[in-house]
């Protein structure tokens, strides 16, 4: 657990190390990545697994700590893909066709030892070679790569200001009806630069900068969430700063091309709505335990409204079709 307060520089490693467990809310942390695979069926995320990271998902945990946490690049948990070569006893004998060799082959076994002939190690040893040679190169161009893009959100004339003697990976630790939480800013800027009230967040994206990919980003992984939940928990336990406002810097994977926005105001409260009521589900749940929430209500349900509107305007052509044929 980390102790509560402002931490700069906590870096991700150890914000991460920092889990709930499902077993025992009341002990925390919350954290606004958790409130929303929770609050959408509380039910069914007590009975899943953890999320397992995506390509995307590393790919842009790599630009981000290239960009606010370089250290954490020597952190071997970036990447999962390493090969690795499977513990082994190389055996005494050229086979296992002698009652010696099946004998100390069966005392190995029954201590859980892999054992392999001197040939089947001489094998394994030049494919982890050759697979740790591929590996290596692929991940030098990725590294490469993610250092590049963090010189091109630095270069850029907005983030790299926004860059300018801010502080990175502040992790801020406190508590929400007395349930331990947590929240790591990317980046809050210098007090005394062009941006004193605005947190924040540098994101990664496949999908785009321009207005309608970056609304879509939003609205699918509810940055709004987030701009709330992050700003509410720095203004509450951030003792001598006041921030109003959040933003996010957006950089496309493919093109590196970077893109600072600012969070309208109306997202911010429609955001800290969504989160209020999260949360107050979540408290329910830690004091009382979670059940199917469907057990005992069968309400109507009408169809989402871009549905109902297709449908309808495909339905009303049809029928003016027919009505100016008869």
Same mark, same amino acid.
């Given at each position: 657990?980390?102790?509560?307060?402002?931490?700069?520089?906590?870096?991700?490693?150890?914000?991460?190390?920092?889990?709930?467990?499902?077993?025992?809310?009341?002990?925390?942390?919350?954290?606004?990545?958790?409130?929303?695979?929770?609050?959408?069926?509380?039910?069914?995320?007590?009975?899943?697994?953890?999320?397992?990271?995506?390509?995307?998902?590393?790919?842009?945990?790599?630009?981000?700590?290239?960009?606010?946490?370089?250290?954490?690049?020597?952190?071997?948990?970036?990447?999962?893909?390493?090969?690795?070569?499977?513990?082994?006893?190389?055996?005494?004998?050229?086979?296992?066709?002698?009652?010696?060799?099946?004998?100390?082959?069966?005392?190995?076994?029954?201590?859980?030892?892999?054992?392999?002939?001197? +040939?089947?190690?001489?094998?394994?040893?030049?494919?982890?070679? &050759?697979?740790?040679? $591929?590996? %290596?190169?692929?991940? *030098?161009? !990725?590294? +490469?790569?993610?250092?590049?893009?963090?010189?091109?959100?630095? &270069?850029?004339?907005? $983030?790299? %200001?926004?860059?300018? *003697?801010? !502080?990175?990976?502040?992790?801020?630790?406190?508590?929400?009806?007395?349930?331990?939480?947590?929240?790591?800013?990317?980046?809050?800027?210098?007090?005394?630069?062009?941006?004193?009230?605005?947190?924040?967040?540098?994101?990664?994206?496949?999908?785009?900068?321009?207005?309608?990919?970056?609304?879509?980003?939003?609205?699918?992984?509810?940055?709004?969430?987030?701009?709330?939940?992050?700003?509410?928990?720095?203004?509450?336990?951030?003792?001598?700063?006041?921030?109003?406002?959040?933003?996010?810097?957006?950089?496309?994977?493919?093109?590196?091309?970077?893109?600072?926005?600012?969070?309208?105001?109306?997202?911010?409260?429609?955001?800290?709505?969504?989160?209020?009521?999260?949360?107050?589900?979540?408290?329910?749940?830690?004091?009382?335990?979670?059940?199917?929430?469907?057990?005992?209500?069968?309400?109507?349900?009408?169809?989402?409204?871009?549905?109902?509107?297709?449908?309808?305007?495909?339905?009303?052509?049809?029928?003016?079709?027919?009505?100016?044929?008869?």
């Amino acid at each position: 657990m980390v102790t509560q307060g402002v931490h700069p520089g906590l870096g991700m490693a150890e914000y991460h190390d920092w889990k709930l467990d499902k077993n025992n809310l009341l002990a925390g942390p919350i954290s606004c990545s958790m409130l929303k695979s929770f609050d959408a069926n509380p039910y069914a995320w007590s009975l899943s697994d953890d999320i397992k990271q995506t390509e995307a998902m590393r790919i842009g945990s790599l630009f981000d700590a290239a960009l606010t946490d370089p250290i954490a690049l020597d952190n071997p948990d970036l990447f999962p893909d390493r090969p690795k070569l499977e513990p082994c006893e190389v055996a005494p004998f050229d086979s296992f066709r002698t009652k010696e060799a099946r004998e100390w082959k069966a005392i190995k076994d029954q201590e859980g030892v892999r054992v392999v002939s001197q +040939s089947v190690h001489e094998t394994e040893i030049r494919n982890f070679q &050759d697979a740790i040679s $591929a590996w %290596e190169v692929k991940t *030098g161009e !990725e590294l +490469s790569r993610a250092r590049k893009a963090a010189q091109q959100v630095m &270069d850029h004339p907005i $983030a790299g %200001e926004i860059m300018n *003697g801010a !502080e990175l990976q502040v992790g801020i630790i406190g508590d929400i009806g007395g349930i331990p939480a947590k929240c790591l800013l990317d980046i809050l800027p210098s007090p005394d630069g062009d941006w004193p009230e605005t947190i924040f967040d540098y994101k990664t994206t496949a999908n785009g900068i321009d207005d309608e990919s970056i609304r879509k980003t939003m609205g699918n992984f509810k940055l709004h969430w987030q701009a709330a939940f992050y700003r509410t928990m720095f203004n509450k336990f951030h003792p001598d700063r006041v921030c109003d406002q959040f933003g996010f810097i957006f950089q496309d994977v493919k093109t590196l091309e970077v893109r600072v926005i600012t969070l309208h105001e109306d997202d911010l409260m429609l955001g800290t709505r969504a989160v209020k009521n999260a949360l107050q589900n979540f408290a329910k749940c830690a004091h009382n335990g979670i059940k199917s929430r469907y057990l005992d209500k069968a309400p109507d349900l009408n169809l989402m409204p871009y549905h109902a509107i297709s449908e309808d305007e495909r339905l009303s052509a049809i029928e003016n079709q027919e009505g100016g044929q008869s």
